[in-house]
Protein backbone atom coordinates (compact mmCIF):
# COMPACT_ATOMS: atom_id res chain seq x y z
CA UNK A 1 0.00 0.00 0.00
CA UNK A 2 2.73 2.62 1.19
CA UNK A 3 4.32 1.76 -2.81
CA UNK A 4 1.28 4.26 -3.74
CA UNK A 5 1.41 7.03 -1.68
CA UNK A 6 4.20 9.06 -3.61
CA UNK A 7 1.74 9.43 -6.41
CA UNK A 8 -1.12 10.09 -4.81
CA UNK A 9 0.50 12.71 -2.75
CA UNK A 10 2.11 14.22 -5.64
CA UNK A 11 -1.13 14.64 -7.61
CA UNK A 12 -3.02 16.01 -4.31
CA UNK A 13 -0.43 18.56 -3.80
CA UNK A 14 -0.01 19.50 -7.41
CA UNK A 15 -3.90 19.96 -6.93
CA UNK A 16 -3.60 22.33 -4.34
CA UNK A 17 -0.74 24.13 -6.22
CA UNK A 18 -3.48 24.57 -9.33
CA UNK A 19 -5.80 26.19 -6.66
CA UNK A 20 -2.93 29.10 -5.92
CA UNK A 21 -2.76 28.92 -9.50
CA UNK A 22 0.83 28.95 -9.32
CA UNK A 23 1.17 32.13 -7.12
CA UNK A 24 4.99 31.91 -5.98
CA UNK A 25 4.26 35.37 -4.38
CA UNK A 26 1.03 34.21 -2.52
CA UNK A 27 3.20 31.09 -0.79
CA UNK A 28 5.97 33.49 -0.20
CA UNK A 29 2.90 35.29 2.00
CA UNK A 30 1.77 33.04 3.79
CA UNK A 31 5.03 31.75 4.49
CA UNK A 32 5.66 34.85 7.00
CA UNK A 33 2.57 34.80 8.36
CA UNK A 34 0.68 32.60 10.81
CA UNK A 35 -0.90 29.51 11.12
CA UNK A 36 -4.25 31.12 10.72
CA UNK A 37 -3.40 33.05 7.83
CA UNK A 38 -1.46 29.33 5.84
CA UNK A 39 -4.69 27.54 6.59
CA UNK A 40 -6.98 30.29 5.08
CA UNK A 41 -4.57 30.36 1.85
CA UNK A 42 -5.06 26.22 1.87
CA UNK A 43 -9.04 25.73 2.46
CA UNK A 44 -9.50 28.55 -0.66
CA UNK A 45 -6.74 26.68 -2.66
CA UNK A 46 -8.05 22.64 -1.80
CA UNK A 47 -11.18 24.37 -2.35
CA UNK A 48 -10.58 25.77 -6.00
CA UNK A 49 -7.80 23.31 -6.64
CA UNK A 50 -10.37 20.09 -6.35
CA UNK A 51 -13.36 22.08 -8.22
CA UNK A 52 -11.58 23.45 -10.77
CA UNK A 53 -12.77 21.24 -13.40
CA UNK A 54 -16.78 21.69 -11.55
CA UNK A 55 -16.31 25.13 -11.77
CA UNK A 56 -14.96 25.35 -15.97
CA UNK A 57 -18.64 23.44 -15.90
CA UNK A 58 -20.57 26.55 -15.40
CA UNK A 59 -19.02 28.44 -18.39
CA UNK A 60 -21.38 26.36 -21.06
CA UNK A 61 -22.96 22.84 -21.72
CA UNK A 62 -19.88 21.48 -23.46
CA UNK A 63 -17.99 22.07 -20.77
CA UNK A 64 -20.89 21.36 -18.06
CA UNK A 65 -21.08 17.52 -19.74
CA UNK A 66 -17.11 17.34 -19.01
CA UNK A 67 -17.63 18.45 -15.46
CA UNK A 68 -20.59 15.21 -15.21
CA UNK A 69 -18.58 12.59 -16.15
CA UNK A 70 -15.77 13.72 -14.09
CA UNK A 71 -18.16 13.90 -11.29
CA UNK A 72 -19.94 10.67 -12.06
CA UNK A 73 -16.30 8.68 -12.14
CA UNK A 74 -15.18 10.58 -8.66
CA UNK A 75 -18.07 11.06 -6.70
CA UNK A 76 -21.11 8.60 -7.80
CA UNK A 77 -21.74 5.17 -6.23
CA UNK A 78 -23.64 2.27 -7.10
CA UNK A 79 -25.38 1.32 -4.22
CA UNK A 80 -27.92 -0.81 -4.14
CA UNK A 81 -28.60 -0.69 -0.12
CA UNK A 82 -29.65 3.13 -0.56
CA UNK A 83 -33.05 4.54 -2.12
CA UNK A 84 -32.34 5.34 -5.57
CA UNK A 85 -29.57 2.95 -5.55
CA UNK A 86 -26.87 5.96 -6.26
CA UNK A 87 -25.14 7.64 -3.29
CA UNK A 88 -21.49 10.03 -3.32
CA UNK A 89 -18.67 9.91 -2.28
CA UNK A 90 -18.74 11.99 1.36
CA UNK A 91 -14.65 11.63 2.44
CA UNK A 92 -13.81 14.42 5.17
CA UNK A 93 -11.03 15.04 5.69
CA UNK A 94 -8.76 17.11 8.53
CA UNK A 95 -5.66 18.83 7.77
CA UNK A 96 -3.66 20.17 10.85
CA UNK A 97 -0.32 20.86 11.72
CA UNK A 98 1.44 19.92 15.58
CA UNK A 99 2.77 22.54 16.46
CA UNK A 100 0.72 24.26 19.72
CA UNK A 101 -1.58 26.94 19.21
CA UNK A 102 -1.22 27.08 15.32
CA UNK A 103 -4.60 26.69 14.08
CA UNK A 104 -3.59 25.66 11.21
CA UNK A 105 -6.65 23.39 10.99
CA UNK A 106 -8.55 22.80 7.28
CA UNK A 107 -11.36 20.45 6.88
CA UNK A 108 -12.12 19.54 3.58
CA UNK A 109 -15.26 17.36 2.94
CA UNK A 110 -16.91 16.37 -0.17
CA UNK A 111 -20.37 16.49 -1.25
CA UNK A 112 -21.26 17.23 2.00
CA UNK A 113 -25.44 18.07 1.26
CA UNK A 114 -25.94 15.31 -1.43
CA UNK A 115 -29.75 17.19 -2.28
CA UNK A 116 -27.39 20.76 -2.98
CA UNK A 117 -25.56 19.19 -5.14
CA UNK A 118 -27.15 20.96 -8.74
CA UNK A 119 -27.97 24.77 -9.63
CA UNK A 120 -29.91 25.99 -12.98
CA UNK A 121 -28.01 27.27 -15.89
CA UNK A 122 -29.43 28.31 -18.87
CA UNK A 123 -28.92 25.10 -20.47
CA UNK A 124 -30.33 22.76 -17.89
CA UNK A 125 -29.19 21.88 -14.32
CA UNK A 126 -25.49 21.96 -13.92
CA UNK A 127 -23.05 20.51 -10.88
CA UNK A 128 -22.58 23.58 -8.34
CA UNK A 129 -18.81 23.07 -7.93
CA UNK A 130 -18.63 24.69 -3.78
CA UNK A 131 -21.52 22.33 -2.97
CA UNK A 132 -19.24 19.42 -4.70
CA UNK A 133 -16.05 20.67 -2.35
CA UNK A 134 -16.33 22.71 0.39
CA UNK A 135 -13.68 23.80 2.99
CA UNK A 136 -13.50 25.55 6.06
CA UNK A 137 -11.05 26.80 8.26
CA UNK A 138 -11.11 25.54 12.26
CA UNK A 139 -9.47 27.38 15.67
CA UNK A 140 -7.75 24.02 17.95
CA UNK A 141 -11.00 23.99 20.30
CA UNK A 142 -13.23 23.63 16.92
CA UNK A 143 -10.93 21.05 15.20
CA UNK A 144 -10.47 19.03 18.15
CA UNK A 145 -14.26 18.55 18.41
CA UNK A 146 -14.63 18.14 14.62
CA UNK A 147 -11.76 15.56 14.10
CA UNK A 148 -13.32 13.02 15.76
CA UNK A 149 -16.40 12.87 12.52
CA UNK A 150 -13.63 12.45 10.03
CA UNK A 151 -12.08 10.10 7.76
CA UNK A 152 -8.69 10.87 8.18
CA UNK A 153 -6.86 13.13 9.99
CA UNK A 154 -3.63 14.76 7.93
CA UNK A 155 -0.95 16.12 10.85
CA UNK A 156 1.76 17.52 9.46
CA UNK A 157 4.76 19.21 11.85
CA UNK A 158 4.85 22.84 10.91
CA UNK A 159 3.24 25.20 8.29
CA UNK A 160 6.18 25.63 6.75
CA UNK A 161 6.16 21.89 6.03
CA UNK A 162 2.91 22.07 4.15
CA UNK A 163 4.02 25.29 1.86
CA UNK A 164 7.73 23.37 1.31
CA UNK A 165 5.87 20.62 -0.08
CA UNK A 166 2.85 22.81 -2.33
CA UNK A 167 3.99 22.22 -6.05
CA UNK A 168 6.88 19.76 -5.39
CA UNK A 169 6.45 17.49 -8.50
CA UNK A 170 6.83 14.39 -6.15
CA UNK A 171 6.14 14.28 -2.93
CA UNK A 172 7.27 11.06 -1.03
CA UNK A 173 4.54 10.38 1.58
CA UNK A 174 6.51 6.80 2.99
CA UNK A 175 9.99 9.76 3.60
CA UNK A 176 7.65 12.11 5.64
CA UNK A 177 6.15 9.24 7.92
CA UNK A 178 9.32 7.93 8.22
CA UNK A 179 10.87 11.62 9.28
CA UNK A 180 7.89 12.54 11.36
CA UNK A 181 6.90 15.01 9.38
CA UNK A 182 3.29 13.91 8.82
CA UNK A 183 1.31 11.63 10.75
CA UNK A 184 -1.81 9.83 9.43
CA UNK A 185 -4.67 8.77 11.59
CA UNK A 186 -8.08 7.48 10.53
CA UNK A 187 -9.29 4.96 7.44
CA UNK A 188 -5.88 5.44 5.34
CA UNK A 189 -7.88 4.17 2.42
CA UNK A 190 -9.48 7.75 1.94
CA UNK A 191 -6.16 9.15 0.98
CA UNK A 192 -6.34 6.60 -2.06
CA UNK A 193 -9.40 8.52 -2.95
CA UNK A 194 -8.47 11.86 -2.44
CA UNK A 195 -5.01 11.17 -4.42
CA UNK A 196 -7.43 9.77 -7.41
CA UNK A 197 -9.60 12.41 -7.48
CA UNK A 198 -6.11 14.64 -7.57
CA UNK A 199 -4.90 12.42 -10.36
CA UNK A 200 -8.25 13.09 -12.38
CA UNK A 201 -7.92 16.80 -12.02
CA UNK A 202 -4.51 16.93 -12.97
CA UNK A 203 -5.25 14.64 -16.31
CA UNK A 204 -8.11 16.92 -17.19
CA UNK A 205 -5.88 20.23 -16.98
CA UNK A 206 -3.38 18.36 -19.20
CA UNK A 207 -5.70 16.84 -21.31
CA UNK A 208 -7.86 20.84 -22.09
CA UNK A 209 -7.23 22.27 -25.20
Not at 91 to 112: S, Y
Request: with cysteine; aromatic share 8%; hydrophobic share 45%.
Amino acid sequence: MHAGFPQLSSGIFRTLNSGMQGDAHLKSVLSQAGGGMVAGGMALALRLGFSLILRDGLLDETQSRRAKIFFEDNFKISDPMVTGGIRYYQGKFMIRTRQAGDNMNVLLEFCPSPGNLYRNMPWGACLDPFAVVQTSVLDEEEADVKVRCVDLVIHFRDSATILGLIGQANVDIVGLLLKNQVQLTGNVGHLFKLGAIAADVQRLIASAP
